[in-house]
Nanobody, 123 residues
């Protein structure tokens, strides 16, 4: 079993930066991906970014490239999502997930999810 805990969310102003953390415990397989997804009120869960635990391979949603950076620290079993130039439309609950998957952008392929952390971008 794998457990994930997100942290780092909060209320920020447009243009601010924020770094989310995802601490993982349990059996982490080197071939697993870590993914970040977000869900705004009334909207479906959408892909943000994903990275392999074993390589530098990273995937981003096209609309977020250049503003968001995904990374991981394998020694700490922790993943990160660095968010810059935040916009009101980035407001959502952000979730991290992990699993051995074929398509990292597909939330249906992840078995293990954190509880989510709220990010609110507002002036």
């Amino acid at each position: 079993q794998v457990q994930l805990v997100e942290s780092g969310g909060g209320l920020v102003q447009p243009g601010d930066s924020l770094r989310l953390s995802c601490g993982a415990s349990g059996r982490i397989i080197s071939s697993y991906f870590m993914g970040w997804f977000r869900q705004a009120p009334g909207k479906e869960r959408e892909f943000v970014a994903a990275i392999s635990w074993s390589t530098s391979t990273a995937i981003y949603a096209d609309s977020l490239k250049g503003r968001f950076t995904i990374s991981r620290d394998n020694a700490k079993n922790t993943g990160y999502l660095q968010m810059s130039s935040l916009k009101p439309e980035d407001t959502a609950v952000y979730y991290c997930a992990t699993d051995r998957i074929v398509r990292p952008t597909n939330p249906l392929e992840y078995r293990y999810w954190g509880q989510g952390t709220q990010v609110t971008v507002s002036s």
